[in-house]
T-cell receptor, first 109, second 117 residues
Framework: RKEVEQDPGPFNVPEGATVAFNCTYS??????FFWYRQDCRKEPKLLMS???SGNEDGRFTAQLNRASQYISLLIRDSKLSDSATYLC??????????FGQGTRLTINP | NAGVTQTPKFRVLKTGQSMTLLCAQD?????MYWYRQDPGMGLRLIHY???????AKGEVPDGYNVSRLKKQNFLLGLESAAPSQTSVYFC????????????????FGPGTRLTVL
């Protein structure tokens, strides 16, 4: 079983729609959680950290459920520029990040 | 501020050839990392370094060696390339985690696309 699992997609949604991604992790000792964004043929970049209380950054909302070992990302009012691959990332300490395989999102005009 | 840079951007090798990938960062970061990214596999950590002169193995270290002789540089070597090492290689760097935290944002380079024939 992979340590971090995501639905690879692809997700194709119309501009303006709300889209949600889910991610599960297997190591209950995981300490920190993140979403990274990766554009086609580019490097990953940090989108946002994920906290147990939930956090929001503009149109993006991230949630963490430690009991279920589940992380989510919600994108509201999606834009064409949101098209990318979204990587669920878990830290198990000592600067080691474990990446999910990514969920590919395409926003259609 | 160039951030994290990688050299070369592309390379094609024949099986058995050797090469070195260079990563440089100008952010004075202590920690540096080498990852590989393959379709359907996500990024996997090859080796990492928590400071000048130190290196450690990651998840998939076999067939690779690294060196961190200067704080700003992290080299990844392939002594005898194999087709299974065809991949996109990303270097990253970060500060150490702050007190009470084990993480700080990792900044990635643009990647090196390596093909081994």
């Amino acid at each position: 079983r992979k340590e971090v699992e995501q639905d690879p997609g692809p997700f194709n949604v119309p501009e303006g729609a709300t889209v949600a991604f889910n991610c599960t992790y297997s190591n209950s000792a995981s300490q920190s959680f993140f979403w990274y964004r990766q554009d086609c043929r580019k490097e990953p970049k940090l989108l946002m950290s994920v906290y147990s209380s939930g956090n929001e950054d503009g149109r993006f909302t991230a949630q963490l459920n430690r009991a279920s070992q589940y992380i989510s990302l919600l994108i509201r009012d999606s834009k064409l520029s949101d098209s990318a691959t979204y990587l669920c990332v878990v830290s198990q300490g000592a600067q080691k990040l474990v990446f999910g395989q990514g969920t590919r999102l395409t926003i259609n005009p | 501020n160039a951030g994290v840079t990688q050299t070369p951007k592309f390379r094609v090798l024949k099986t058995g050839q050797s090469m070195t990938l260079l990563c440089a960062q100008d952010m004075n970061h202590e920690y540096m990392y080498w990852y590989r990214q393959d379709p359907g596999m996500g990024l996997r950590l090859i080796h990492y370094s928590v400071g000048e002169g130190t290196t450690a193995k990651g998840e998939v270290p076999d067939g690779y060696n690294v060196s961190r002789l200067k704080k700003q540089n992290f080299l990844l070597g392939l002594e005898s390339a194999a087709p299974s090492q065809t991949s996109v290689y990303f270097c990253a760097s970060s500060y150490p985690g702050t007190s009470g935290s084990t993480y700080n944002e990792q900044f990635f380079g643009p990647g090196t696309r390596l093909t081994v024939l």
